[in-house]
């Protein structure tokens, strides 16, 4: 079945980098754009950025420029999130989400605490 | 950017009932691209509702979406135990207009 399964929990000092990771299967990973969204806790959704799985291709939300990169494996059908100088700010559930008819796949959520 | 409010924030209803959600954009959203999703804690969002008013595979047809330009609206026509959760709005027609609303909060009276 089509399924989005990501990497698990991190616990990151203020400063360092994370990077998470979200492995398709079930369908043709290059032809659907992937998506990544993070909720804080009690909060809402909000959108990071997308890619495309195809050519590789980004763009991210102006929030997150210049320190999100977002990349992708075809021989493993994964794309990974990299988020730099973490702050508390950004402790978060972060999803990968596929885009058909809207965002239609979700994945599992990984967690990401950032704390001293 | 387009900012979605949605309203109201919290709604308390009873199984059995209507729900009627809001969601209002800052200018106006190509029809095409409204979606709508539900929240149950712990778990991440399901598509209900794409394009203003088709449902997702696997979707009820208690649920339906409607409306254009700057007002949606999603409604449940009679609510279902399982239907209280947190409905969000979205808007993704291209980068980086893929807004969220801050979400309703649908609670059993």
């Known amino acids: 079945q089509v399924q989005l399964v990501q990497s698990g929990a991190e616990v990151k000092k203020p400063g360092a980098s994370v990077k998470v990771s979200c492995k398709a299967s079930?369908?043709?990973?290059?032809?659907?754009?992937m998506h990544w969204v993070r909720q804080a806790p009690g909060q809402g959704l909000e959108w990071m950025g997308i890619i495309n799985p195809s050519g590789g291709s980004t763009s991210y939300a102006q929030k997150f420029q210049g320190r999100v990169t977002m990349t992708r494996d075809t021989s493993t059908s994964t794309v990974y999130m990299e988020l730099s100088s973490l702050r508390s700010e950004d402790t978060a559930v972060y999803y990968c989400?596929?885009?058909?008819?809207?965002?239609?796949?979700w994945g599992q959520g990984t967690m990401v605490t950032v704390s001293s | 950017e387009i900012v979605l409010t949605q309203s109201p924030g919290t709604l308390s209803l009873s199984p059995g009932e209507r729900a009627t959600l809001s969601c209002r954009a800052s200018q106006s959203v190509s029809s095409s691209y409204l979606a709508w999703y539900q929240q149950k804690p712990g778990q991440a969002p399901r598509l209900l509702i794409y394009?203003?008013?088709s449902r997702a595979t696997g979707i009820p047809d208690r649920f339906s979406g409607s409306g254009s330009g700057t007002d949606f609206t999603l409604t449940i026509s009679r609510l279902e135990p399982e239907d209280f959760a947190v409905y969000y709005c979205?808007?993704?027609?291209?980068?980086?207009?893929?807004?969220f609303g801050q979400g309703t909060k649908l609670e059993i009276k």
């Open positions: 979205q808007q993704y027609g291209s980068s980086p207009q893929y807004t």
């Open positions: 079930g369908y043709t990973f290059t032809s659907y754009y």
């Open positions: 394009g203003a008013s």
């Open positions: 989400a596929r885009q058909f008819r809207a965002f239609d796949i």
